[in-house]
């Protein structure tokens, strides 16, 4: 099995981040969840969004870069909604990670993208912060530029839906993503 770099959302390393961690260790992955922000994760999207601009978003890269700096090559990056951002970023830094897992927001620039690169990405349909004309655009981009990419759209959840502790959850939705996740990493 492989090693993950497992970043977390704009609300901070909330208990959900823990608990997928668990959850891949549990099939037998290495996952390191770093903390960007370093202060305690928050309640509201809005307090996430406070913090990520008192922090910047320069300084959470700057720490997901540390996070990364000692882990293999080939470590799969993945990210929950801002994280799937951060993830994304790091992917021109790291050209040879083994692979992109995506949830609840797209990331990686199809420049930085490597033919064959395995990409899934996991999406509420709709997502209020990526609206379908930007998620087509860059499923496009990243098909053109050689990524092996997988794109799963899950109808009436709201954007982190695999988080049980916000309204936005749905569990049926959660399971079809763990699942699908796993598998894609197993083939990794």
Request: aromatic share 6%.
């Amino acid at each position: 099995m492989g090693q993950i770099l497992l970043f977390h959302s704009v609300y901070g390393v909330r208990p959900a981040v823990l608990a997928a961690a668990d959850r891949l260790r549990a099939a037998g992955h290495q996952v390191v969840t770093p903390d960007l922000y370093g202060l305690p994760a928050v309640d509201t999207v809005e307090e996430g969004f406070a913090l990520l601009n008192k922090i910047g978003q320069d300084t959470v890269l700057d720490r997901a870069r540390a996070a990364a700096r000692d882990l293999p090559a080939e470590t799969v990056l993945a990210g929950f909604s801002m994280g799937a951002g951060v993830a994304g970023a790091l992917l021109a830094e790291r050209p040879a990670a083994a692979g992109l897992l995506l949830l609840h927001g797209t990331g990686g620039a199809p420049d930085a993208v490597r033919p064959g690169l395995p990409v899934q990405l996991h999406l509420a349909d709709p997502d209020e912060y990526d609206p379908q004309d930007e998620v087509d655009e860059w499923q496009r981009g990243m098909t053109a530029a050689g990524a092996d990419l997988s794109v799963y759209r899950y109808p009436g959840p709201g954007h982190l839906f695999t988080d049980p502790d916000l309204p936005d959850h749905d569990p049926v939705a959660a399971e079809q993503t763990w699942e699908r996740a796993l598998a894609f990493l197993a083939r990794l």
